[in-house]
C-alpha cells in the first residue's frame, strides 16, 4: 500500500473563493485521481491525472472548474474555483497501485 | 453512467452476529474491490478480488467475487464494535493504460453494532 496525506485536512471558505488541495504520496506512482464525496453519498471520480499530461476529466466535471497540477510522480494538487456551498464536499485523492486504488484521509470543505 | 446496486443500505445488528452485504450490476466487472470509511477518514481497502469465482478472506472479513462478475459479496464474521462505518463495493472494468483503473462505487452499507 502507501502513505497519502491531504493538506488542508479540513477548510471553511467563502463563496467564489478558491481553494487548492494537495495530495501527496510516498512513493511514485504513474495514476493519481481525484474523487468528491457529497455529504452522506458515494464517491465520485472527477478526475484522472498522469504524471506528464493532462487530466483526463469526467462527465459532469471541467478543467475551468476543478484544474488539477500533476507536477511529479508523488505530488499532485486540485484546485476548486469559484466555490459555492453546493461544493461542500469530502476532496479525496487516490494513487493505483499494483492495479489497486488506496486513498487519502480527504479535505472536508465546507463552502458558505 | 455505470451503477452498482450496494444492499442493504444501512443494518444494526448485534455484537457477534454475522453480516452480509452485496453488490450487483447490470453490466460486468473485471475487479471487485471492498472498502471501510470510518467517519472523517478516508476509504480503507478491506479485499481485492481478481478473479470471477474468487473467494478471499481477511481476517473475520470474506468476500466472493461472482461467476457472472455482476456481483459480488461481502461478509463479516462475528462482528464487534468497532466494525461500524460504511462498507462500499467497487468495481473496475477493463483497464484502460492512459486511465488506469476507473472505479466505480456502489452507495454504500452503514454498519451500527449495538454492544
Known amino acids: 500500500s502507501a502513505v497519502i496525506s491531504q493538506k488542508p485536512s479540513r477548510d471553511i471558505c467563502q463563496r467564489g473563493t478558491s481553494l487548492t488541495i494537495q495530495c501527496q504520496v510516498d512513493?511514485?506512482?504513474?495514476?493519481m485521481f481525484w474523487y468528491r464525496q457529497q455529504p452522506g453519498q458515494s464517491l465520485t471520480l472527477i478526475a484522472t491525472a498522469n504524471q506528464g499530461s493532462e487530466a483526463t476529466y469526467e462527465s459532469g466535471f471541467v478543467i475551468d472548474k476543478f484544474p488539477i497540477s500533476r507536477p511529479n510522480l508523488t505530488f499532485s494538487t486540485l484546485t476548486v474555483s469559484n466555490m459555492s456551498p453546493e461544493d461542500s464536499s469530502i476532496y479525496l485523492c487516490?494513487?493505483?497501485?499494483?492495479?489497486?486504488?488506496?486513498f487519502g484521509p480527504g479535505t472536508r470543505l465546507l463552502v458558505l | 453512467g455505470q451503477q452498482l446496486n450496494q444492499s442493504p443500505q444501512s443494518m444494526f445488528i448485534q455484537e457477534g452476529e454475522d453480516v452480509s452485504m452485496n453488490c450487483t450490476s447490470s453490466s460486468i466487472f473485471n475487479t471487485w474491490l471492498w472498502y471501510k470509511q470510518d467517519p472523517g477518514e478516508g476509504p480503507v481497502l478491506l479485499i481485492a478480488?481478481?478473479?470471477?469465482?474468487e473467494l478471499t478472506s481477511n481476517g473475520r472479513l470474506t468476500a466472493q467475487f461472482g461467476i457472472t462478475r455482476k456481483d459480488s459479496f461481502l461478509n463479516i464474521s462475528a462482528s464487534i464494535p468497532s466494525d461500524v462505518g460504511i462498507y462500499f463495493c467497487?468495481?473496475?472494468?477493463?483497464?484502460?493504460?492512459?486511465?488506469?483503473?476507473?472505479?466505480?462505487f456502489g452507495a454504500g452499507t452503514i454498519l451500527r453494532v449495538k454492544s
Open positions: 512513493s511514485q506512482v504513474t495514476m
Open positions: 478480488l481478481y478473479k470471477a469465482g
Open positions: 467497487a468495481g473496475q472494468k477493463e483497464r484502460i493504460k492512459e486511465y488506469g483503473n476507473k472505479l466505480v
Open positions: 487516490s494513487v493505483e497501485l499494483s492495479e489497486t486504488q488506496y
